[in-house]
């Protein structure tokens, strides 16, 4: 939509009118500066000028389009330059102004939808799910759109929203928006999508938290085809929800992500997870006798008190070894959602947790990689 309403504004503005009306002086002059200060890369010069040029078209009452593709110039430039709450208020405009003129359901939705997703950057929570669900019920009631720019605008408004929730410390509300936004993206294939790795990522947290471990085997595992900034931590979390399910349901899951293409080499996931304890004891192939380590006491974290206050829910994921004594070490926070808090408690609780010690042949040894997930639900 950007380089479509630049192409407007440019021919707009060159020939000096728009729709048979000469734009005023006092619009063109601001909207010249602001080219100037673009092309000498003075950023909060064209952006104080952009401004200037939609608020001064408003102000003298320029037909609505050209005030619209006026004000969505300015939010582009601001949002680029991090000034969200700006980019917000001018996108709220130009897509109020565009209902206005009767413009297509898939313009003044993608609008919203920017709007939107501004409020969610500058962490108006509140606004972005209320944007955002203004760009889903346009395309929702607008029977006049293909099904594939239906399916686009309700995931875009669904992935939102989900974010929004997840912001909030609602995590079972942004679960639901999540799973809705990638039900519309799978039905067209919109993995190309910037917001499908995440969205995928929030459903399967999700799922995970709730210990729905099969779909949260597959959706974390989807995300970290689409997250590599993330894959390490995704891996493990994965990786962890993968050994609660029995054979028949890792089975499904490979061929799923076959069928989606997602898993270019089969065997590389499944050697991923080699352990040496996997056999339960059983022992392993050099005839050493290995009983994995067990827990002992595991006593529950503290409810963190603000969040507990406000509300608010949440999983930790953590690893660590267990020492030749039986007490957790090394221990990291692999996922802290959606507050560093709850992870914060998690890792405490922890240390005071104890295991038998894994051993080999009866001799106690250090067991690396335990992987527990904790999570932080607030009793009805």
């Known amino acids: 939509m950007a380089k479509r309403f630049w192409r407007i504004i440019l021919s707009v503005l060159l020939a000096g009118a728009a729709h048979a ?7 063109t002059g601001p909207y010249v500066a602001y080219t100037e200060a673009m092309e000498a890369r003075d950023y ?8 200037e040029a939609w608020r001064t078209a408003s102000d003298l009452g320029v037909d609505l389009e050209t005030t619209a593709i006026l004000a969505d110039n300015y939010a582009q430039l601001a949002g680029a330059l991090g000034d969200h709450e700006s980019a917000r208020d001018a996108y709220r405009a130009a897509a109020e102004m565009l209902a206005e003129t009767g413009a297509g359901p898939d313009l003044v939705a993608e609008t919203w939808a920017l709007a939107a997703s501004s409020a969610l950057n500058a962490r108006d929570y509140r606004d972005a799910l209320r944007c955002a669900d203004t760009a889903g019920d346009i395309a ?3 029977d006049e759109l293909d099904p594939r720019t239906r399916a686009v605008l309700a995931f875009t408004s669904r992935a939102i929203q989900a974010n929004a929730h997840w912001f909030e410390g609602h995590i079972t509300r942004a679960g639901a928006r999540a799973g809705e936004a990638m039900e519309a993206a799978e039905s067209f294939d919109l993995t190309d999508n910037g917001r499908f790795g995440l969205t995928a990522f929030i459903l399967g947290a999700t799922h995970a938290m709730q210990k729905e471990y099969p779909e ?15 894959r390490r931590p995704l891996a493990i979390w994965a990786c962890h929800a993968r050994g609660y399910l029995d054979e028949s349901e890792r089975e499904a899951l490979l061929a799923r992500l076959e069928r989606e293409g997602l898993l270019e080499e089969r065997e590389a996931l499944v050697d991923e997870e080699a352990d040496e304890f996997a056999d339960g004891g059983e022992g392993a192939d050099d005839g050493v006798v290995r009983v994995d380590a067990a827990p002992v006491r595991r006593t529950p974290p503290s409810y963190p008190r603000d969040a507990a206050r406000a509300g608010y829910e949440g999983v930790a994921l953590l690893q ?9 070490t090394d221990i990291e926070v692999v996922f802290s959602l959606p507050f560093r808090e709850f992870g914060e408690e998690a890792r405490e609780a922890v240390e005071r947790w104890r295991y038998t010690p894994a051993t080999e042949d009866g001799v106690p040894r250090r067991r690396d990689g335990v992987v527990t997930q904790v999570e932080f639900v607030l009793e009805d």
């Open 21 to 27: 009306q000469d734009l005023p002086a006092e619009v």
């Open 216 to 230: 949260a085997a597959y959706r974390l595992t989807q995300a970290y085809y689409f997250m590599p900034d993330q």
């Open 44 to 51: 909060s010069a064209a952006m104080a000028a952009a401004e």
């Open 320 to 328: 660590f070894a267990v020492d030749e004594q039986g007490r957790p």
């Open 140 to 142: 929702e009631n607008a």
